[in-house]
Antibody, heavy 117, light 105 residues
Framework: QVQLVQSGAEVKKPGASVKVSCKASGYNFTRYAIHWMRQAPGQRLEWMGWINGGNGHTKYSQNFQVRVTFTRDTSARTAYMEVSSLRSADTAVYYCARWAQQPHDYWGQGTPVTVSS | EIVLTQSPDTLSLSLGERATLSCRAS??????FAWYRQKPGQPPSLLIYDASKRATGIPARFSGSGSGTDFTLTISSLEPEDFAVYYCQQYSNWLTFGGGTKVEI
């Protein structure tokens, strides 16, 4: 069955970077895009952008195109999301989700990222 | 950016009752619209896409309607697992989510 398994919780200091992984199984990884979202405490879900699992093409939300980078490793069937120059406002749960014939039909379990000095 | 406004913020209902949730878009999104349910400590899960199509495995008590700027999610008879937070999403112009409606007992 389709599964997306994300890396574990992170605690970072302001100004540092964080890289979250999303390992896919149960489907052809190169066939669909992986999207990234985040959910800060008490806030609505924010869409960050996506990466095409096949050709690696990326699209970033305007709010994230400066400090966020998406990559993927097809041999490892894994997508990555890196945020640089972290600040306290980046404290959130970060999610990956597959976009196939239906939008965001499978989600990772979420990776909590805490930014604190 | 298209802003989605959900109402009400909280809906207090009982098991077996009918729930009606609304979402309004700041501009037309056609039928590029979805609904998700999020249980505590879990990621959201897709219920409805393209405004009215049930996602794979979603029971018939969930139905979606609307197009353009006004959308509705109806749960015909609430089950215990339906007490959760519901989010709307548009994917007509980039992607944005609504602020959520909490369905509580």
């Amino acid at each position: 069955q389709v599964q997306l398994v994300q890396s574990g919780a992170e605690v970072k200091k302001p100004g540092a970077s964080v890289k979250v992984s999303c390992k896919a199984s149960g489907y052809n990884f190169t066939r669909y895009a992986i999207h990234w979202m985040r959910q800060a405490p008490g806030q609505r879900l924010e869409w960050m952008g996506w990466i095409n699992g096949g050709n690696g093409h990326t699209k970033y939300s305007q709010n994230f195109q400066v400090r966020v980078t998406f990559t993927r490793d097809t041999s490892a069937r894994t997508a990555y999301m890196e945020v640089s120059s972290l600040r306290s406002a980046d404290t959130a749960v970060y999610y990956c989700a597959r976009w196939a014939q239906q939008p965001h039909d499978y989600w990772g379990q979420g990776t909590p990222v805490t930014v604190s000095s | 950016e298209i802003v989605l406004t959900q109402s009400p913020d909280t809906l207090s209902l009982s098991l077996g009752e009918r729930a009606t949730l609304s979402c309004r878009a700041s501009q037309s999104v056609g039928s590029y619209f979805a609904w998700y349910r999020q249980k505590p400590g879990q990621p959201p899960s897709l219920l409805i896409y393209d405004a009215s199509k049930r996602a794979t495995g979603i029971p018939a008590r969930f139905s979606g309607s609307g197009s353009g700027t006004d959308f509705t999610l109806t749960i015909s008879s609430l089950e215990p697992e339906d007490f959760a937070v519901y989010y709307c999403q548009q994917y007509s112009n980039w992607l944005t989510f609504g602020g959520g409606t909490k369905v509580e007992i």
